[in-house]
């Protein structure tokens, strides 16, 4: 794989405000994490790869943890790109596993301690097609105790290594796509697609309950992050193995995280006047495109915050110049553009063209 971007190299070109002489490295890259590091480690390795005398790649991060034992994509966010991180975060995600049925362990994985066994039920692909459609939608699952997730302040894999459980409210999730593989009479493929906060191992554990018997995962790969896949990565010891100028064409522009496509173009005083944090009046650049994307995401947005049918229409029958009004003024996310074309952040719009700056990067 070779990804040039001239977005990003642009980006990488900028001087760094909180290092005068260095360049700012800015982008996402995609990693194909090795098994047994942690996320923080595989970002820390990274930071190091983009960096030298010349250049600064001290802020970055990652776009949704994979435990130790998993491989597969980690997209990290550098500089100016992990203003726009949490769009990953948000993301579906695409996995698959092995689950090796007999066995449950403390941590849900291969890494953790047998804590039981059971039997093992004879099974087949058509029983597990059966298995698998009783996980398909929307659900809730509760989170493991070995998770970064915390409690009071601490972790809850800390609790954990105490032998200490605490109460753990259950998380709404959904898995949009899920199938089940028989390997031999000890092991199943799982792969799945699924809503930000799913927890695989706990997937593989009550697929196993499910099954009459128990069960860990002794693999799991993430294929996809949103629209990034697996096979757009590159492994962590061949970045390595590149010089810095060739590791940088891997890198994608600081935009890439977004996964909104509606965008506004600004001239170069509307461009000064938003990176001061001035609102504009843009109802005159407002074309069709742009009030149909605006139309379209007001209309999931009221969707989502109505609790119900009946109170909506309730609204609209009784105050319906003011509901039309308020729908107006709400804003939207969108990109923006300067008049050469290039990125320079994000605003929120709204259908009386009312802009407002949100996250823009430092020109």
């Known amino acids: 794989m070779s990804i040039v971007s001239t977005k990003a190299s642009t980006q990488a070109d900028k001087k760094s405000s909180n290092h005068p002489n260095k360049i700012k490295v800015s982008g996402v890259i995609l990693v194909d994490k090795p098994q047994g590091m942690t996320s923080q480690q595989v970002v ?12 600064d790649s001290k802020k970055a991060g990652h776009t949704g943890t994979l435990d130790p034992m998993a491989t597969g994509l980690l997209p990290i966010c550098l500089g100016e790109a992990t203003k726009f991180s949490h769009y990953q975060l948000d993301a579906d995600k695409s996995y698959q596993a092995t689950i090796l049925l007999g066995s449950q362990t403390d941590t849900g994985d291969a890494d953790g301690q047998v804590t039981a066994e059971a039997p093992i039920p004879a099974f087949d692909d058509a029983l597990l097609d059966k298995v698998a459609q009783q996980f398909l939608g929307a659900q809730q699952q509760i989170p493991p105790m070995y998770s970064a997730l915390k409690k009071d302040g601490k972790k809850l894999y800390e609790y954990a290594r105490a032998g200490i459980e605490v109460d753990r409210p259950p998380r709404d999730i959904v898995l ?8 031999d009479k000890q092991q199943i493929q799982l792969t799945v697609t699924c809503s930000k906060g799913t927890y695989v191992r706990v997937l593989a554990e009550d697929i196993a309950k499910a099954m009459g018997t128990l069960g860990h995962l002794t693999a799991l790969r993430r294929l996809q992050v949103g629209d990034f896949k697996i096979d757009e990565t590159i492994a962590l010891a061949d970045l390595e193995a590149l010089p810095l100028e060739q590791r940088q064409t891997y890198l994608l522009p600081v935009d890439a995280c977004i996964d909104i496509s509606a965008e506004l173009s600004l001239s170069s005083e509307q461009c000064e006047r938003v990176q001061m944090g001035q609102r504009l009046n843009v109802i005159d650049q407002l074309t069709d495109d742009v009030q149909s994307y605006i139309a379209t995401a007001i209309d999931q947005h009221l969707a989502a915050n109505n609790n119900s049918a009946a109170d909506s229409q309730n609204i609209e029958d009784t105050n319906d110049d003011n509901e039309q009004q308020l729908v107006h003024e709400i804003p939207i996310d969108i990109r923006l553009m300067d008049e050469q074309g290039a990125f320079i952040g994000l605003g929120a719009v709204s259908l009386n063209g009312r802009l407002q700056p949100k996250k823009l990067i430092q020109l």
């Open 44 to 55: 820390s390795k990274v930071k190091y790869l983009f960096k030298s005398p010349n250049h």
């Open 176 to 183: 949009k796509a899920i199938e089940l593989k028989a390997i």
